[in-house]
């Protein structure tokens, strides 16, 4: 059983895990294929090549190149699963567009005029078989045009554009802010005055998260969850993992004559084993959890008594983690743990929020609590950490499978994965 940490009980906190499936087909590159993409299952790398031609200044192709491999050709590639992403750009001087090929207009500017970087592309944007069209400037920096190459990749923007002077467009000069509805790493407090608008200076980055490529400018970068977006728009399919993991986890950590915390999680992943045995891979889990609290005695406020009402549930917006995954294969005995210590998970954590009567602790402890408007309800926000489903015990490979059941005393830890062609040790 996975160890139930003594702090989310504490507080009646809860919930995670993981699973995924790839499928393989034979790749069917078109004839003029705007960015070519070659899928390497035996070498485990796959490498994008975006095919441009530049309009406008032939001395730009070096420095876009340059800039192109700074933030897209990370030194030893980027990941996916358990393949090695490469990104090249082939970018030929030209005099017009040529079909097979983006293109980017370098915009003719003078040194101070606003900068100009534009991407434009079919809606559904297909970056493999449909052409999309950019209008730089030559004065924009290296991250401007990272930014731009991640459109032509197929990455959309992430923030909302400024309108400072209420002329409901963006003009030369306003600037932008990220948008957390689309970039996750982002956390949004709507300041006075309260409009639902996002505006400057209520956007601030999560402790532990970097910077979105796609959301801000200067010192950002490219995500994690960008190559997952690209990769998919560009070989849905076409990749094959040694091992696939996916299960479920329910337990009930708390149980007392008024109060019944259960937690659980859905999970899948993917992973690879080397010759030696040892498991890498990554694990993504959906966390869930729900406090009930009944038949709380009566309590006397004055000269007026009422039933207490207490509840609660996970409220995070986003209740989804990503984890490396870690583990071991010997013999027929295959060990899989969350590679990420509990410690450094308590850094990212879910919003459990429990809802009571003024006053009624009902053995609650921590968080914040204050009164909803309009109302005498206590609204109590606790930060939960993200559990692990595993308990170090190794589940047994039949047939390159496994297939995991154990369960106990208010829970239950199910999981089933597929191992292709690989050898027990």
């Known amino acids: 059983m996975s160890a139930t940490n003594a702090r989310l009980v504490a507080l009646l906190l809860l919930a995670p895990l993981l699973a995924a499936g790839i499928a393989v087909r034979s790749p069917a590159e078109p004839a003029l294929a705007q960015n070519t993409v070659d899928v390497d299952n035996d070498n485990k790398v796959i490498t994008i090549t975006i095919n441009a031609n530049l309009i406008g200044n032939d001395l730009q192709v070096p420095l876009l190149e340059a800039d192109f491999e700074e933030y897209w050709g990370k030194e030893g590639g980027y990941t996916y699963r358990c393949y090695k992403v490469v990104f090249k750009l082939d970018l030929v001087a030209a005099s017009s567009p040529q079909r097979g090929r983006h293109t980017v207009f370098i915009v003719p500017t003078k040194f101070g005029d606003p900068f100009i970087a534009t991407v434009s592309s079919p809606r559904d944007y297909r970056p493999a078989e449909e052409s999309a069209t950019g209008r730089w400037s030559k004065w924009d920096g290296s991250t401007t045009q990272a930014h731009e190459w991640g459109h032509v990749l197929g990455l959309p923007d ?4 400024l309108d400072t002077n209420g002329n409901g467009e963006r003009d030369y000069g306003e600037g932008s802010v990220p948008d957390p509805s689309r970039a996750p790493e982002y956390s949004w407090t709507d300041d006075s005055p309260m409009n639902g608008i996002i505006d400057a200076g209520e956007v601030s980055l999560k402790p532990g998260e970097q910077p979105s490529l796609m959301a801000e400018l200067g010192r950002s970068q490219v995500l994690q969850r960008h190559i997952d977006s690209i990769i998919d728009k560009h070989a849905p399919s076409l990749t094959e993992c040694q091992g696939t993991l996916s299960g479920t986890i329910t337990e009930t950590p708390l149980k007392d004559d008024y109060r019944e915390l ?12 080397d010759d030696d045995g040892n498991v890498t891979g990554e694990i993504t889990l959906t966390y869930d959890a729900v406090l009930t609290v009944e038949d709380l005695p009566g309590a006397d406020v004055g000269i007026a ?13 986003n209740p989804t983690r990503s984890y490396p995954l870690t583990g071991s294969l010997e013999g027929d005995g295959l060990t899989l743990e969350i590679a990420t210590p509990e410690e450094e998970r308590e850094r990212d954590p879910i919003e459990f929020t429990i809802i009571a009567d003024p006053g009624v602790s009902a053995g609650l402890g921590g968080g914040d609590a204050f009164t909803a408007p309009g109302g005498n309800v206590q609204i109590i926000k606790i ?4 559990f692990t489903p595993f308990g170090g015990f ?3 490979v039949e047939d390159n ?3 995991f059941l154990e369960e106990g005393d208010g829970y239950q830890i199910k999981w089933d994965a597929e191992l292709a062609n690989v050898a027990q040790r």
């Open 401 to 403: 499978a496994v297939h």
């Open 262 to 273: 259960t937690r659980s999680a859905d999970f899948e992943g993917w992973f690879d084993i």
């Open 305 to 317: 008594a009422f039933d207490p009402e207490v509840g609660g549930r996970v409220t995070d917006p």
């Open 394 to 396: 190794p589940a047994t």
């Open 158 to 161: 992430e923030y909302n554009e």
């Open 383 to 386: 930060d939960m950490t993200p």
